[in-house]
């Protein structure tokens, strides 16, 4: 549970205590997708290796898929007769391109949680 904690709040898998990201918005212009290198409490070193998040891009897929498909059968059951499909198609898009930055962290978040063990005996250790 303390894991799952940790990525919903992007906080430190082992320790959930230090930042994941530079900027706690995700939508502060130029700290987007900004990460910190190393965890303030207790020094997990985020990425491990050259390309460690490459991974998170199969993460952030499923999320687009699970959003898709259940976006899509709210618009069979709800809408398919008040709304055009090309105007749910396009909203889906749109709606996507807005939630880029939540998704990307989530997506390394969640990476980040599936290969390093939740610790928190490690609070404060360096």
């Known amino acids: 549970m303390g894991q799952i904690k940790s ?10 205590e230090g930042e994941l990201f530079e900027a706690k918005n995700p939508y502060t212009p130029g700290k987007m997708l900004a990460m910190h290198s190393h965890c303030s409490h207790c020094g997990l ?6 390309g460690f998040f490459y991974g998170a891009m199969y993460v952030s897929y499923m999320i687009n898929i699970a959003l898709f498909v259940m976006a899509t059968l709210a618009w069979y ?6 709304m055009d499909w090309r105007l749910y198609i396009g909203s889906f898009v749109l709606s996507i391109v807005v939630l880029v930055p939540i998704i ?12 390093v063990k939740f ?3 490690k609070r404060g250790e360096r």
Do not use: G, Q, V
Request: aromatic share 22%; with cysteine; hydrophobic share 40%.
């Open 104 to 115: 990307y962290r989530f997506s390394r978040a969640f990476w980040l949680i599936m290969m």
């Open 45 to 50: 070193r985020y990425e491990k290796e050259m």
């Open 119 to 121: 610790e928190p005996e």
């Open 7 to 16: 990525a919903l709040s992007w906080k430190c898998p082992r320790c959930n």
């Open 77 to 82: 059951l709800f809408f398919e007769d008040k």
